[in-house]
């Protein structure tokens, strides 16, 4: 009598039983793999943001800061190397083009590839970017200009070749001209002579750590190069790049790695505070990728400025894939870009949600 009595209070309880229906205490049993799967997974997803924020901070604080030197600076040295008048070939006739982006994840792989739909054109791909090149002779030529009596060793009178074994020969530099000459030599034979070697009449290249003053530097060797600079809100730059997975970029190779909220978004505000360095009448013009996701460019005018010829729809015809997998990013990602790209997205007309 009582087992049927407890049966009876189930059913008026829970209803009548249907046919084929689990019983409630069966159920319960059945959910708890269930329920142990989703806790693990919750855990889990707790872990990682813990370890995430903590990764974060600690980078942000060990976070090296690159001293770039100022676009002044660079032409006070320049000045005095080469005041001479320029040679009327070589670099006169060269016209690269530079396209020059604030850091990675910022379509300037896109750009890339939207610009060489011109097969006369030929752009390298961060050629030893992570070595630094350019930063490091724009870095070392702003040095020269605190250079203690600079022109007094440049060997410009020709009679001093012929007293060589009874003069004061210690220091004794070939005039700052033939500097330039020989760095602009290395570019050449490095860049521009492969790229006519395999039918290309124009050559360039795409770069995302260099900002004004290494353009600057490109602009003295070759006054007629072209410039295309390209940035994107750091927010989505961060995201795009977290969440590929990426950790193993620098701005150079082994010093100045760029694997954290913090790193990135000092070198994007470096790169884009820059900019307001250059002169109103620097050959350059600058694109938002927003504007370029969302058709805004105007492809004729920027073909016409450039020189070449653009077929755009070839290269966005053919879709690359996107790694970000997140909507937003964390609080602690948000608080270290706002904090560290605060100047440079004022600057240019970045809010966290976009452009103003």
């Excluded at 005095?80 to 020059?100: K, Q, V």
């Excluded at 020709?158 to 004061?168: D, G």
């Excluded at 602009?219 to 940035?231: D, E, I, Q, S, T």
Aim: hydrophobic share 40%.
């Amino acid at each position: 009598m009582a087992k049927k009595f407890v049966d009876r209070e189930q059913e008026v309880c829970d209803g009548p039983a249907r046919p084929g229906a689990v019983p409630a205490s069966a159920a319960a049993q059945s959910d708890k793999p269930v329920i142990g799967v989703r806790r693990k997974l919750l855990s889990e997803l707790a872990g990682r943001v813990r370890r995430n924020f903590a990764r974060e901070l600690w980078d942000w604080a060990r976070c090296k800061r690159v001293a770039a030197p100022s676009v002044k600076q660079l032409c006070e040295t320049m000045a005095t190397l080469d005041a001479s008048e320029r040679d009327s070939e070589g670099s006169e006739t060269e016209t690269p083009i530079f396209l020059l982006a604030a850091g990675w994840r910022s379509g300037s792989t896109l750009l890339q590839r939207i610009l060489v739909t011109d097969p006369r054109l030929l752009l390298w791909g961060e050629p030893l970017g992570e070595m630094a090149l350019v930063s490091g002779m724009a870095g070392m030529l702003t040095r020269l200009s605190t250079f203690p009596s600079l022109a007094e060793r440049w060997a410009e009178k020709k009679e001093l070749f012929s007293s060589l074994a009874t003069s004061w020969i210690a220091s004794l530099y070939p005039p700052g001209k033939d500097l330039r000459l020989g760095l602009l030599a290395l570019f050449d034979q490095w860049l521009g002579q492969p790229a006519r070697e395999r039918g290309f009449e124009r050559w360039g290249f795409k770069e995302v750590r260099l900002g004004a003053t290494e353009a600057t530097l490109l602009h003295w060797l070759y006054p007629k190069a072209k410039f295309v600079l390209l940035v994107r809100n750091p927010y989505d730059c961060y995201r795009s790049l977290s969440d590929s997975g990426w950790h193993h970029l620098y701005h150079s190779r082994p010093d100045i790695r760029v694997d954290s909220a913090a790193g990135l978004a000092r070198h994007w505000n470096r790169i884009a505070l820059s900019w307001s360095e250059l002169p109103p009448n620097f050959p350059a013009i600058r694109i938002k990728y927003e504007d370029l996701m969302a058709g805004r460019v105007d492809f004729r005018e920027l073909e016409s400025w450039l020189g070449i010829e653009i077929r755009e729809t070839v290269a966005l015809s053919q879709f690359v894939g996107s790694t970000a997998r997140r909507h937003h990013l964390g609080w602690c990602e948000r608080l270290i870009i706002s904090r560290e790209a605060e100047a440079g997205m004022r600057a240019l007309g970045y809010t966290e949600g976009g452009l103003k």
